[in-house]
């Protein structure tokens, strides 16, 4: 599958820890990017991070993508109870314009 | 500003039976895309509109079929209902030049099929 595959399957916290989530993929992408879902409902967009770009932040997250590896994190710091989720990463491969991939994401539960 | 609105919430059909979802994208987008979920997985990509038309389509079969309106709204069809169609599925919307950027994604319908 060319899809992107997301690890841990799930993660456990106390409130204050930093969570680390990896996406890994297989083909060149034009872009890569992190979405949250609360409860099985809509997702929400939280980052993007082009093919040349090597880190991004915004707030309290922090993206790196190394494309020689074709993998990405993602780092929430400081987490809140909040941060309760489900985290996906998402592909847009370059042969496949238009069809932004998700994995099968990663369960962040954080307790007070 | 309303966001990416879906409707029906939820929805519960019979095998064998045609489902008609709508989506009415955030106000400004022009490209609406629909998502299946499982549930326990992520979302997968099914088709895309802009201008009207199918711009890339998923690996779903022919029963999955759509529309976009002039208005930029969508519907997505699903005919001959099967057990596994079973799912929650999402609209999303994005903006003029950005279609595969920040998508807005609504709440979804939840359609069971018994």
């Known amino acids: 599958s060319q899809q992107g595959e997301e690890d841990p399957q799930a993660l456990s916290i106390q409130e204050g820890e930093n969570a680390t989530m990896n996406c890994s993929y297989k083909?060149?992408?034009?872009?890569l990017q992190w979405y949250r879902q609360n409860s099985g409902r809509g997702l929400v967009h939280l980052i993007l991070i082009r093919s040349n770009e090597r880190e991004k932040h915004s707030g309290r997250l922090r993206v790196t993508l190394d494309t020689s590896k074709k993998s990405s994190s993602l780092l929430i710091t400081a987490s809140r109870a909040a941060d309760t989720a489900s985290y996906f990463c998402a592909t847009l491969f370059t042969d496949s314009w238009g069809k932004l991939q998700f994995g099968a994401g990663t369960q962040v539960v954080v307790t007070p | 500003d309303a966001g990416v609105t879906q409707s029906p919430t939820h929805l519960i059909k019979t095998r064998g039976q045609q489902v008609t979802l709508r989506c009415s994208p955030k106000?400004?987008?022009?490209?609406v895309s629909w998502y299946q979920q499982a549930l326990g997985q992520g979302p997968q990509f099914i088709f895309q509109?802009?201008?009207?038309?199918?711009?890339q389509r998923g690996n779903f079969p022919d029963r999955f079929s759509g529309h976009q309106f002039p208005n930029y709204s969508s519907e997505l069809n699903v005919n001959a209902l099967l057990l596994g169609d079973s799912a929650l599925y999402l609209c999303?919307?994005?903006?003029?030049?950005?279609?595969?950027?920040?998508?807005?994604f609504g709440s979804g319908t939840q359609l069971s099929v018994l």
């Open positions: 509109y802009y201008e009207e038309e199918e711009r």
């Open positions: 106000s400004g987008h022009d490209t």
């Open positions: 083909t060149s992408i034009n872009n």
């Open positions: 999303a919307s994005s903006g003029p030049g950005q279609p595969n950027e920040k998508l807005f």
